[in-house]
């Protein structure tokens, strides 16, 4: 025979059981809404990454602390700025910043085929520029202000990456991101006396610029080497719109592993 009311009881106290983990839930994702409302989105540009880093840093602030630096004197305690650029051997040999140091990350030739960079020797090749310094001022560079970030971000919290975590790793305290980097992404337009995007039925998302003026949107072109397509006068980059200084020579205490040789290996075609 059944115990009916044995049973009543067991099948009620399931239901409240699963009852309070559900209300649990949902209170949980309330709050978690909430506090997601209440803080806005880190300042780069990709903002589905974590920010671990000081702050972003506009291009031209990073030119000028570049400028600055050249004829830096010490402050008692104070270090010299050093600009990471962590784009690949390709993209540095086809134009960089002056005074950029090339620590590529996470590609290495840019070329295909090879190995990623590895997160602990991204953060050894620093800590030898640097000399040590955990409180240089740092500032990462990349094609668009991604891979800077991510960059950034094992610089500044080493225990972020499974690579670096659990070695004892001191965390560089003065690491800023390049907001646009040396190429750049696009300028949209913005409706007059808001903060909103401009739209229109050919840009239902968000209507590009023009920024110089020439009837188009432009395409990205090579104008040093065929491999690489950095050209592109509507993107708001360090070498784009923002013209600035950059070179395409590679000094030998700049580049990566102090080793020029490896850029000539890559065969680059330049652009007739």
Not at 214 to 226: M, P, R
Request: charged content about 20%; proline content about 8%; glycine content about 8%.
């Amino acid at each position: 025979m059944i115990d009916t009311n044995s049973h009543c009881s067991r099948r009620l106290g399931m239901y409240l059981r699963n009852g309070i983990t559900l209300l649990a839930a949902a209170i949980a994702t309330v709050l978690t809404t909430t506090a997601a409302a209440d803080s806005p989105p880190d300042g780069n540009r990709y903002y589905s990454l974590p920010r671990y880093y000081k702050a972003e840093i506009s291009v031209s602030g990073a030119y000028l602390a570049m400028e600055h630096s050249k004829d830096f004197t010490n402050a008692p305690g104070e270090a010299k700025p050093v600009l990471i650029d962590v784009r690949s051997l390709r993209e540095y040999a086809s134009g960089h910043p002056e005074d950029a140091y090339n620590v590529p990350f996470p590609t290495v030739s840019g070329m295909g085929g090879d190995a990623p960079q590895d997160p602990l020797k991204l953060y050894w090749e620093v800590y030898r520029i640097v000399g040590g310094r955990m409180d240089t001022p740092i500032m990462t560079l990349c094609r668009t202000g991604h891979r800077s970030v991510l960059a950034g971000n094992i610089l500044a919290n080493p225990e972020s990456d499974p690579a670096t975590k659990d070695r004892g790793l001191q965390p560089f305290t003065n690491v800023r991101n390049i907001w646009e980097g040396f190429v750049g992404q696009p300028k949209y337009a913005f409706k007059t006396g808001s903060d909103a995007l401009e739209l229109a039925p050919d840009c239902p998302t968000g209507c590009r610029l023009d920024l110089n003026n020439d009837g188009q949107l432009n395409a990205d072109a090579a104008d040093v080497y065929s491999q690489t397509k950095d050209a592109n006068p509507d993107k708001d980059g360090w070498r784009n719109f923002a013209a600035l200084p950059w070179t395409t020579q590679v000094q030998p205490p700049l580049a990566y592993e102090r080793d020029p040789g490896l850029y000539k290996a890559l065969n680059l075609t330049p652009v007739q």
